[in-house]
């Protein structure tokens, strides 16, 4: 990369907005040295007329300085789909990038670090699937979209963590597969009467999270309000005065505005909330995400410059991958909060289970 960066005049006053966004959370002795980035993305986006799209947990910089829309791992992929921008690069894990190329396979879509993966995602593949559905005939696989093309593609149906109960439902059934989050399925569980068998998948960044911890939150700032994501176990939504997905979190907070808040979830995302409604004291437990934190100002201009990491989807995957994520758009749910109760006994196989290879 021979772009020469430099914090000029020119570019401390196209940046000066954006500085006042961020400055709470980007030290004043580094913006001389993040500026220049920023400025050479938002300019180099325009030339290529590039979109940046950034998941909740990106950092401050990345957020709110170079994306040009900002969500959930699927309303980024829908944003992918409705810009006329032939050019996606997503400030996101390698699998919301898979999904936004399901949506949109006729566009180029980049991921600025192949490294940037996802425990969650990482727990389970195609063939235990297809090891599942041996093992469970006939049983709908409802899938998160949290999970990769491949995945995706062996299943009846995605699924968020808003509307997971809704869609479940939505089948007719009274026994389903809910892949691959164990909390998450243990969540849904205490929602509705159907069924469910579920997988030993976690994201290591909720399953960090304790019910002690936040009792101990609570004693120390009276008046805390604590919202937790659905992928935290069902102990600890317990303790939570509110439970929803990263999206829910963010409406919660800008609706309500609760005078001191917690979000049980990745930290980056208090400090993008943070900096839209500050009016309302953030307590913050850090638990980053490693993955996410792989997506960088540096990487995301080369990615820009050099057209670099291309996503891309074997149509005998991405096919079956795009009906299972088509037919969870196609049931209109509004989907639902959860209340935090505890589910009843729940099946909870994993690689070893399904398959007497793997545990051996």
Same mark, same amino acid.
């Given at each position: 990369?021979? $772009?020469?960066?430099?914090?000029?005049?020119?570019?401390?006053?196209?940046?000066?907005?954006?500085?006042?966004?961020? %400055?709470?959370?980007?030290?004043?002795?580094?913006?001389?040295?993040?500026?220049?980035?920023?400025?050479?993305?938002?300019?180099? &986006?325009?030339? %290529?007329?590039?979109?940046?799209?950034?998941?909740?947990?990106?950092?401050?910089?990345?957020?709110?300085?170079?994306?040009?829309?900002?969500?959930?791992?699927?309303?980024?992929?829908?944003?992918?789909?409705?810009?006329?921008?032939?050019?996606?690069?997503?400030?996101?894990?390698?699998?919301?990038?898979?999904?936004? &190329?399901?949506?949109?396979?006729? %566009? /180029?879509?980049?991921?600025?670090?192949?490294?940037?993966?996802?425990?969650?995602?990482?727990?389970? @593949?195609?063939?235990?699937?297809?090891?599942? &559905?041996? &093992?469970?005939?006939?049983?709908?696989?409802? /899938?998160?979209?949290? /999970?990769?093309?491949?995945?995706?593609?062996?299943?009846?149906?995605?699924?968020?963590?808003?509307?997971?109960? *809704?869609?479940?439902?939505?089948?007719?059934?009274?026994?389903?597969?809910?892949?691959?989050?164990?909390?998450?399925?243990?969540?849904?569980?205490?929602? @509705?009467?159907?069924?469910?068998?579920?997988?030993?998948?976690?994201?290591?960044?909720?399953?960090?999270?304790?019910?002690?911890?936040?009792?101990?939150?609570?004693?120390?700032?009276?008046?805390?309000?604590?919202?937790?994501?659905?992928?935290?176990?069902?102990?600890? =939504?317990?303790?939570?005065?509110?439970?929803?997905?990263?999206?829910?979190?963010?409406?919660?907070?800008?609706?309500?505005?609760?005078?001191?808040?917690?979000?049980?979830?990745?930290?980056?995302?208090?400090?993008?909330?943070?900096?839209?409604?500050?009016?309302?004291?953030?307590?913050?437990?850090?638990? =980053?995400?490693?993955?996410? %934190?792989?997506?960088?100002?540096?990487?995301?201009?080369?990615?820009?410059?050099?057209?670099?990491?291309?996503?891309?989807?074997?149509?005998?995957?991405?096919?079956?991958? $795009?009906?299972?994520?088509? $037919?969870?758009?196609?049931?209109?749910?509004?989907?639902? *909060?959860?209340?935090?109760?505890?589910?009843?006994?729940?099946?909870?196989?994993?690689?070893?289970?399904?398959?007497?290879?793997?545990?051996?």
């Amino acid at each position: 990369m021979d $772009r020469k960066l430099e914090y000029t005049p020119a570019v401390a006053r196209a940046t000066a907005p954006l500085l006042e966004k961020v %400055k709470e959370f980007v030290p004043p002795v580094e913006w001389p040295l993040v500026a220049p980035l920023i400025y050479a993305i938002n300019e180099l &986006k325009k030339a %290529k007329r590039a979109v940046i799209i950034a998941h909740n947990y990106q950092t401050p910089d990345i957020f709110h300085c170079v994306a040009d829309f900002v969500g959930d791992s699927l309303q980024l992929a829908f944003q992918a789909r409705e810009t006329e921008s032939e050019i996606i690069v997503q400030a996101g894990v390698h699998f919301m990038a898979e999904t936004s &190329k399901l949506l949109s396979p006729e %566009k /180029t879509v980049l991921i600025p670090s192949l490294e940037a993966g996802c425990s969650l995602a990482e727990s389970v @593949t195609g063939h235990d699937v297809r090891l599942l &559905k041996e &093992k469970y005939p006939g049983i709908p696989v409802v /899938t998160y979209v949290n /999970t990769s093309a491949d995945v995706k593609a062996e299943s009846d149906i995605c699924c968020t963590s808003s509307n997971a109960v *809704d869609i479940i439902e939505s089948l007719g059934v009274d026994r389903v597969i809910l892949l691959p989050d164990e909390y998450l399925s243990k969540n849904v569980a205490a929602e @509705t009467d159907v069924e469910i068998i579920a997988w030993q998948g976690r994201c290591e960044v909720h399953e960090r999270f304790t019910a002690e911890e936040i009792r101990g939150y609570r004693k120390a700032t009276p008046g805390l309000f604590v919202l937790a994501h659905p992928e935290c176990s069902p102990e600890l =939504l317990a303790e939570a005065d509110y439970t929803g997905s990263t999206s829910g979190m963010i409406r919660y907070v800008k609706d309500r505005r609760p005078p001191r808040v917690m979000l049980v979830t990745e930290c980056s995302m208090s400090d993008n909330v943070a900096a839209e409604v500050p009016d309302v004291e953030f307590v913050r437990p850090c638990n =980053l995400c490693p993955h996410m %934190k792989r997506i960088t100002l540096e990487n995301i201009l080369q990615s820009l410059e050099l057209m670099r990491y291309e996503v891309t989807i074997p149509e005998d995957i991405a096919a079956p991958a $795009r009906r299972a994520v088509q $037919r969870m758009v196609d049931v209109h749910v509004t989907g639902r *909060d959860y209340g935090g109760g505890m589910a009843p006994e729940v099946v909870v196989e994993d690689r070893a289970s399904v398959d007497p290879a793997a545990a051996s």
